[in-house]
């Protein structure tokens, strides 16, 4: 009876164990960042889910820009100071790089595509992205001092460092962990 009891109480510890590593291993992480502008209005919002293959899903909406592109990036610095948003820092880049998803020696783990804005201010993007993590690592957004989404007024032309010409920085939010 006894070692039945112990043979049931092992059992029962590498279900739980197994079941525990199996939720790690499928869980998503997901963060947010609500998107300002330089006066400190909310102007929109991105999210951030990474899947179980660790790639990151980023969501951007937002309104009130100029219709056109926008250089839109990951920047070193959880900080959105207004109006000039410098307090973000450079480019997100721990690995190093040059900046331009089209630059043979890049790109920063920051760089996304344009952002494209219709004729009546608004913007979306879904994009997905292998640079960066929400999980920890080398390239985690959780870092130290955690890092931030900005929009520039101009589109990036993806090669020149270290911002790819794409101008002020208009819009900024800080990206956090849900």
Do not use: W
Not at 55 to 80: D, F, Q, S
Not at 91 to 117: F, I, M, R, S, T
Not at 150 to 166: C, F, K, L, R, W
């Amino acid at each position: 009876m006894k070692a039945g009891l112990i043979l049931l109480m092992i059992i029962s510890t590498m279900l739980i164990s197994a079941t525990a590593v199996y939720a790690r291993e499928d869980a998503t992480h997901n963060a947010t960042a609500v998107m300002k502008d330089a006066k400190g209005n909310t102007v929109g919002l991105a999210t951030f889910t990474e899947d179980c293959n660790g790639l990151v899903r980023i969501n951007v909406n937002v309104r009130g820009l100029t219709p056109g592109l926008h250089g839109i990036h990951i920047h070193e610095k959880g900080n959105c100071t207004g109006p000039s948003f410098t307090s973000a820092g450079a480019h997100y880049n721990p690995l190093g790089k040059e900046h331009g998803l089209n630059n043979p020696k890049g790109p920063h783990a920051g760089d996304l595509p344009n952002l494209e804005v219709c004729e009546n201010g608004t913007g979306h993007m879904n994009v997905t992205t292998d640079l960066v993590t929400l999980s920890p690592g080398p390239t985690t957004l959780f870092t130290a001092n955690g890092t931030a989404l900005v929009i520039h007024a101009e589109p990036d032309d993806q090669m020149t460092n270290p911002s790819g010409n794409s101008g002020a920085r208009i819009i900024c939010g800080v990206i956090e962990k849900k």
